[in-house]
């Protein structure tokens, strides 16, 4: 229960809380949170609608649960899963615990101009591949980091990267791929928003199994991660520097 303790006495100044907030009252709020938090780590997603009904119940506002528990509680699990403390199937649980979450606050969060947000993401699995639980991963991990991100989905042509560029003005474009053979088709993918006249205005990135290093830098591609947890963090650097 610490790490919500500090994540909330960070967002809102002690005398606030002694003034408006009852003790008892912040203790309730603090052990709501801390309940979704540690579900979520732990990748508990058949209890979050009841944990979730619970808090927003109890009078948790859906965008303190979302700040204060959803996404340090992933924050946490890309940590541990980059130093090998966690394995992917449990990556994958916290994943669906996260959106099983976000199902249920979406309606709450309509207009919230409080969730806290780095910045916008599009991405999709490029024109040929119709793979997708890589990159579901990165928008969960990326979401967790407090990006909104655009899904443009599967076998995404050219043209869906243009037209997602011009009208969600992202701060970066990620491409993701599985197959050796579809990656041929990403400097096209590049070539179109540079025909645009785009190419400038984004930052791009590039993740799959086959994808390394030298083919990012090969394509004047800037963020390059090998896995989800990784991507998300260095979508942070990006829009940070």
């Known amino acids: 229960m610490e790490s919500i303790k500090s994540s909330i006495n960070s967002n ?10 009852p003790k008892g009252r912040r203790l309730d709020i603090m052990a709501l949170l801390d309940d979704i938090y540690k579900a979520t780590a732990a990748g508990s997603y058949k209890e979050m609608p009841r944990l979730v ?12 649960i979302v700040n204060k528990a959803l996404s340090p509680a992933m924050i946490e699990v890309g940590d541990k899963f980059g130093v090998g403390k966690l394995y992917m199937p449990d990556m994958l649980l916290s994943a669906k615990a996260m959106q099983t979450a976000m199902a249920e606050l979406k309606p709450l969060l309509k207009d919230d101009t409080k969730i806290i ?6 991405i999709g699995t490029v024109k040929g591949d119709l793979h997708d639980i890589g990159k579901n991963l990165v928008i969960t991990m990326a979401e967790g980091q407090g990006f909104k991100v655009i899904d443009l989905g599967i076998d995404v042509d050219y043209s869906a990267f243009v037209e997602a ?7 970066i474009v990620a491409f993701s791929g599985l197959l050796t053979t579809t990656l041929a088709n990403i ?13 400038d205005s984004v930052n791009l990135a590039v993740g799959g199994a086959p994808v390394t290093r030298d083919f990012a830098d090969r394509y004047g ?3 390059y991660a090998g896995d989800a947890s990784s991507a998300a963090k260095e979508f942070v650097k990006v829009v940070g520097k």
């Open 221 to 223: 591609i800037e963020i």
């Open 12 to 21: 809102v100044s002690k005398e606030v809380i002694e003034k408006f907030i």
């Open 117 to 122: 947000e780095k910045g916008t993401v599009v």
């Open 187 to 199: 400097p096209e993918h590049i070539k179109a928003i540079e025909d645009a006249g785009l190419r």
């Open 165 to 171: 560029i011009k009208e969600n003005s992202p701060q």
């Open 53 to 64: 009904k619970q808090a927003v119940d109890g009078g948790v506002a859906a965008h303190d």
